[in-house]
RNA sequence: CGGGGCGUGGCGCAGUCUGGUAGCGCACCUGUUUUGGGUACAGGGGGUCGUAGGUUCGAAUCCUGCCGCCCCGACCA
């Protein structure tokens, strides 16, 4: 893309109403504009964002062998009736009526709404086990929005359905979720640690929330400081395995990590006094086992291998896809502004030509621009013919992750200079091997591909 | 929903106490100049002062209602 191109609408100055770094990066970089409390439109830069981190939602769904679809963002309040949430859910689900005068709700979640096309087309044990997920806007009338996209009203989730024949299966399904979170968290440079949570509205029995250490975090958490010390990394994973998902359940959540709601004080002072950890953190995911609470009510059964129908074991899972870009950017910025990694970024790298005009720039500029652009990596070229000290600016508050700034002294000696954003640092080095090094990179942080 | 605060050009703000018909910086447009880390100068466009009513010769300013937004708290991906 070229900057000339684009709409990129970057403010010198923070509006306001912004009070947490993410939420003035957000709005400094011209990725949102907020249009009521809690709900935002998402100008280029954000929304491309946001389809980065849903692509890499989808990349690890699939992965794990979940099936997309989408549901309306409109629900007919007649399933709500059935499972008994619509008069339980409280002033947090927005409700209106159609012209008819029947009533409809903004979907805050949707067990009720996969729980009917289940029931409505699985009839067999054999079709089993199968898990459903859509990534689909989500309304939640909160008491009080806050913090930009990490408490929006409206805001763009990943939930996911599994549907299995017993309880063993379902669970299953829930360390094969685990970890596949943690995978997909991983991919976006976050560590989010899963910790022993409520299960608040949904209900059920076993449920983990993932948090993202972070100063502005809304949760108090606290843990032993050993688990940060856990990764997936780059190991093989089956995720038919019962053994192996159930091992690395037990290996991410042994160690002791609790919210607030399920804090154990007595149980905290068994872990060593200098692992002992308070902190805040930003909730970007939980998952839910919660048995037959929906089969049973709404008749989502299945007829067994004994032809006696049985109501299906489910849980559900969700991931904040929205939420993420605020977390990103809280787990990862400067003074000058956000540092994306390069597993999600908005574009792999940023060409600033210092003289635009000047032939030899131009031409080199260009050279860049097509050859990387050839190559599927997506750069961002500066060609404004404003100074540079503007665009170098503009480059550190969106945050790309390597900068190729190109100019006629460098040239002159044949190099470009190639600049981390999150180091700072900077090497001269020919166009050739500047492209060379952004392949090497990008090699081993491939972009998601998505649906 | 309880407590607090704020609505003045796209953004950040002054002006409100003490009424006299709107100003500054940034951004934007034009021209010249400049260009290696947010150039300089000159000219210019853009504002029903959130909104409705009231007081007054006269309201951004005083009074009342309403709307919107932000912060703290209690609830939540």
Same mark, same amino acid.
Do not use: H, N
């Given at each position: 893309m070229r900057l000339t191109q684009y709409f990129l609408p970057v403010l010198k100055e923070t509006p306001a109403e912004a009070q947490i770094v993410s939420h003035r990066f957000m709005l400094r970089a011209g990725m949102i504009k907020q249009q009521s409390a809690g709900i935002y439109s998402w100008l280029p830069l954000g929304f491309k964002m946001l389809r980065k981190i849903e692509n890499i939602v989808h990349d690890e769904q699939i992965r794990a062998g979940h099936i997309p679809i989408q549901m309306p963002i409109l629900q007919g309040a007649d399933l709500w009736r059935e499972s008994g949430r619509y008069d339980d859910y409280g002033e947090e689900m927005l409700r209106m009526q159609d012209r008819h005068g029947h009533d409809l709700l903004f979907t805050p979640t949707a067990e009720e709404m996969v729980t009917d096309i289940f029931r409505s087309h699985v009839k067999s044990y054999k079709d089993l086990p199968k898990t459903l997920y859509q990534i689909q806007w989500k309304f939640r009338d909160e008491r009080r929005p806050r913090f930009g996209v990490m408490r929006g009203r409206e805001f763009y989730m990943k939930d996911g359905y599994n549907f299995d024949l017993t309880k063993e299966d379902a669970l299953h399904a829930y360390n094969r979720h685990l970890v596949s979170y943690l995978r997909t968290y991983e991919r976006m440079g976050l560590q989010a640690i899963p910790m022993r949570a409520d299960s608040g509205?949904? $209900? $059920?029995d076993d449920t983990h929330e993932f948090l993202v250490l972070a100063e502005t975090g809304e949760s108090e958490v606290f843990y032993d400081s050993a688990v940060t010390d856990i990764s997936l990394g780059q190991r093989d994973i089956d995720y038919r395995s019962h053994e192996q998902c159930r091992a690395i359940l037990d290996e991410f959540t042994t160690l002791y990590a609790r919210t607030d709601e399920t804090h154990d004080a007595a149980l905290f002072e068994t872990v060593p006094t200098e692992r002992r950890r308070s902190a805040r953190g930003i909730e970007v995911g939980q998952i839910f086992y919660f048995g037959t609470k929906y089969s049973e009510p709404m008749g989502a059964t299945v007829q067994g291998p004994d032809g006696k129908p049985t109501p299906v074991h489910m849980g559900s899972h969700g991931i904040g896809v929205s939420r993420l870009l605020g977390a990103i950017i809280e787990a990862s910025h400067d003074d000058k502004g956000i540092i994306w990694p390069e597993g999600v970024t908005p574009f792999t790298c940023g060409i600033v030509n210092?003289?635009? $005009?000047d032939t030899d720039a131009d031409a080199a500029c260009e050279a860049l621009y097509g050859e990387l652009s050839a190559a599927g990596l997506e750069p961002l070229y500066d060609?404004?013919?404003?100074?540079a000290g503007g665009k170098f600016a503009t480059m550190d508050l969106i945050g790309l992750p390597w900068r190729i700034t190109v100019g006629p002294r460098g040239l002159k000696n044949g190099v470009v200079e190639l600049t981390s954003r999150r180091t700072g640092e900077s090497e001269d080095m020919s166009p050739a091997a500047a492209i060379a090094r952004i392949k090497d990179i990008y090699a081993a942080h491939p972009q998601p591909k998505g649906l």
């Open positions: 509205p949904i $209900g $059920g210092l003289k635009q $005009g060609d404004r013919t404003e100074r």
